[in-house]
């Protein structure tokens, strides 16, 4: 079936620093989408992806469609400790909205 | 704004009992979903629903099931608990077909002993 890689698994970073993760696929996907998981709560939708060579910012978030249609990265700039959580990408190929997702990206923040 | 709400957020069950994960959203999203999350893993689609009356299998349907009698509610159904479907549980909704923005419910967290 199809199956996203997601790196890296996790990140240490200190508080002003840029962060950037990746997803990668054998398929191509139609849609990208970043969410953000918070402990104990469900995923947010950060930023939705629609077209290759897409790039579309939500505050310090960037993220951006490959062109090949088989990646995705998300950027944090000037990272703050409430950007803590696991970020997890997640594609789409078509049919009744079966999202794939990565396993996710841990990111630590220290002040 | 009620959203996607789970009920119960937490529960402990011995191996063999069944239970409902129950699932209900006020935004009159024609989609439901049911995803389980493994430690360190990402989301596994369980079943999921583009109608009320209407379920397919997702990726590990084995050992659950699902009925969808309104557009609100999508319970999904534990009939014999095995300490392999200890997870947390996230139910998720979106509005109609192509638009992909999926929301998730706060999880229930899973445990069988």
């Known amino acids: 079936g199809q199956q996203l890689n997601q790196s890296p698994q996790s990140m240490f970073i200190q508080e002003g620093e840029d962060v950037s993760m990746n997803c990668t696929s054998s398929?191509?996907?139609?849609?990208w989408l970043w969410y953000k998981q918070e402990p104990g709560e469900g995923p947010v939708l950060l930023i939705a992806l629609y077209k290759a060579g897409e790039l579309t910012s939500n505050g310090r978030l960037t993220a951006q469609f490959g062109i090949t249609r088989k990646d995705s990265f998300l950027n944090i700039s000037a990272s703050i400790p409430s950007d803590v959580g696991i970020y997890f990408c997640a594609g789409h190929s078509g049919g009744y909205n079966k999202l794939i997702f990565g396993a996710g990206t841990r990111l630590a923040v220290h002040p | 704004n009620a959203g996607v709400t789970q009920t119960p957020k937490f529960r402990i069950l011995k191996i063999g009992q069944s239970m409902t994960l129950q699932c209900t959203q006020d935004?009159?999203?024609?989609?439901m979903y049911w995803y389980r999350q493994d430690p360190g893993m990402g989301l596994k689609l369980i079943y999921y629903s583009v109608g009320a009356g209407i379920t397919d299998k997702g990726e590990v349907p084995n050992g659950y099931n699902v009925s969808r009698s309104t557009t609100e509610d999508f319970p999904l159904r534990l009939e014999l608990a095995a300490p392999s479907q200890t997870s947390v549980y996230f139910c998720?909704?979106?509005?109609?077909?192509?638009?992909?923005?999926?929301?998730f419910g706060q999880g229930t967290r899973l445990t069988v002993v």
């Open positions: 935004m009159n999203h024609n989609y």
């Open positions: 398929s191509i996907f139609n849609t």
């Open positions: 998720a909704s979106s509005p109609q077909q192509g638009d992909t923005e999926a929301f």
